[in-house]
T-cell receptor, first 116, second 112 residues
Framework: ETGVTQTPRHLVMGMTNKKSLKCEQH?????MYWYKQSAKKPLELMFVYNFKEQTENNSVPSRFSPECPNSSHLFLHLHTLQPEDSALYLCASSQGGAAYSNQPQHFGDGTRLSIL | QKEVEQNSGPLSVPEGAIASLNCTYSDRGSQSFFWYRQYSGKSPELIMS????GDKEDGRFTAQLNKASQYVSLLIRDSQPSDSATYLCASRRGSTLGRLYFGRGTQLTVWP
């Protein structure tokens, strides 16, 4: 398996549920990202992890909780979400470290999340 | 403040024509620029990156960068119906890891 894999591809949950999104990359990268893509809006960066350490939180509400146990895996834990959180959630990875800061990011296919 | 702006389109061109996609950015500290293609229901796929002023060609695709004008463009020669997608322009500041700014995307339709 190659590239960036996200599961599940689709998720429907109620506002009181707790669920997790999973991302796995097989590219040997050290930096991983969560993005949110809503209809008619630009991709929004949510979190950045570099060598398992969170380096950026783009003012994301606490109902979204990321976890990065190692450089290949990234999770997004969800709880008490709101209807406006319905969107496509994309994971991406790239080479980590300042020396590779210009390297492009490679995206997974995303999880389409619908909040009832 | 919008960091990256693109014409939302839709842009419609006939098969075999040149499609021209434009992007402007507001942050003069931006150093890296990327074009992603996103098919409906799919993830963004990197098709071009450009870091220096001038043109960069890769097959039917040419990226153009003009840092003085803060302008990036993507030309698609000999457009094919399979090129129909949304094209996202993204910029990155200096050495800040992860801080990619995306435009809203331009929807391109290539008709046979």
């Amino acid at each position: 398996e190659t590239g960036v894999t996200q599961t599940p591809r689709h998720l429907v949950m109620g506002m009181t549920n707790k669920k997790s999104l999973k991302c796995e990359q097989h590219l040997g990268h050290n930096a991983m990202y969560w993005y949110k893509q809503s209809a008619k809006k630009p991709l929004e960066l949510m979190f950045v992890y570099n060598f398992k350490e969170q380096t950026e939180n783009n003012s994301v509400p606490s109902r979204f909780s990321p976890e990065c146990p190692n450089s290949s895996h990234l999770f997004l834990h969800l709880h008490t979400l709101q209807p406006e959180d319905s969107a496509l959630y994309l994971c991406a990875s790239s080479q980590g470290g300042a020396a590779y800061s210009n390297q492009p990011q490679h995206f997974g296919d995303g999880t389409r999340l619908s909040i009832l | 403040q919008k960091e990256v702006e693109q014409n939302s389109g839709p842009l419609s061109v006939p098969e075999g024509a040149i499609a021209s996609l434009n992007c402007t950015y507001s942050d003069r500290g931006s150093q890296s620029f990327f074009w992603y293609r996103q098919y409906s229901g799919k993830s963004p796929e990197l098709i071009m990156s450009i870091y220096s002023n001038g043109d960069k060609e890769d097959g039917r695709f040419t990226a153009q960068l003009n840092k003085a004008s803060q302008y990036v463009s993507l030309l698609i020669r000999d457009s094919q119906p399979s090129d129909s997608a949304t094209y996202l322009c993204a910029s990155r500041r200096g050495s800040t890891l992860g801080r990619l700014y995306f435009g809203r995307g331009t929807q391109l339709t290539v008709w046979p």
